[in-house]
């Protein structure tokens, strides 16, 4: 059995504290999004689903990631698993996700949407999943895919916060086009 120091893991430590770090703080900025949309009355509770809870569980699976990666683990086996099992619950929140985006009625997502809401979550997710398979393996290069998706996933989310809180500030009618 390795001593911790001497895992590859230690040296991601730095990077893992930034990326999760992020995603934390990112992920109570998502709270106010929500509430400016509910406020706004913009979407249903049905798009919430399809739009801002993804980002929150995007910005959760970083923080997840980085929390795993950053255990002092003293065999690469459990993390292994643990990433295993945080990808692949990623991959049937991604399917998830796409009923969400099929079934939501307040907006007609575009090919932009599809590709930032559905396809690179499902890459990342996979990404992730084939990180922790050859984990064990391949160390470093399993370690820079997982580093990889975790930053994919928290671009994922700053651009889908970002999609929409200027989705809210545009999209909602301003005072005059309210009045009759």
Do not use: C, K, M
């Given at each position: 059995m390795a001593a911790p120091g001497s895992l590859p893991l230690a040296e991601w430590e730095s990077f893992y504290v930034?990326?999760?770090?992020?995603?934390?703080?990112?992920?109570?900025?998502?709270?106010v999004v929500v509430v400016l949309s509910a406020e706004a009355r913009v979407g249903s509770a049905h798009t919430t689903r399809a739009f801002g809870t993804p980002t929150v569980v995007h910005f959760c699976a970083v923080l997840l990631v980085s929390a795993v990666l950053s255990a002092p683990w003293h065999t690469l086996s459990t993390p292994s698993l643990a990433l295993g099992a945080c990808g692949l619950a990623g991959l049937?929140?991604?399917?998830?996700?796409?009923?969400?985006l099929r079934r939501q009625t307040d907006y007609v997502p575009v090919i932009e949407d599809w590709i930032w809401y559905a396809v690179?979550?499902?890459?990342?997710?996979?990404?992730?999943?084939t990180s922790a398979t050859e984990l064990r393996a391949h160390p470093v290069p399993s370690l820079f895919?997982?580093?990889?998706?975790?930053?994919?996933?928290?671009?994922?989310?700053?651009?889908?916060?970002?999609?929409?809180?200027?989705?809210?500030?545009?999209?909602?009618?301003?005072?005059?086009?309210?009045?009759?």
């Open positions: 930034i990326v999760g770090s992020s995603a934390a703080a990112l992920t109570g900025l998502q709270f049937i929140y991604g399917a998830v996700v796409l009923s969400h690179l979550p499902l890459v990342a997710y996979a990404g992730l999943v895919l997982a580093g990889a998706t975790a930053l994919l996933l928290l671009f994922i989310g700053i651009h889908n916060a970002w999609d929409a809180v200027t989705y809210i500030a545009h999209g909602r009618p301003s005072s005059e086009e309210q009045r009759p």
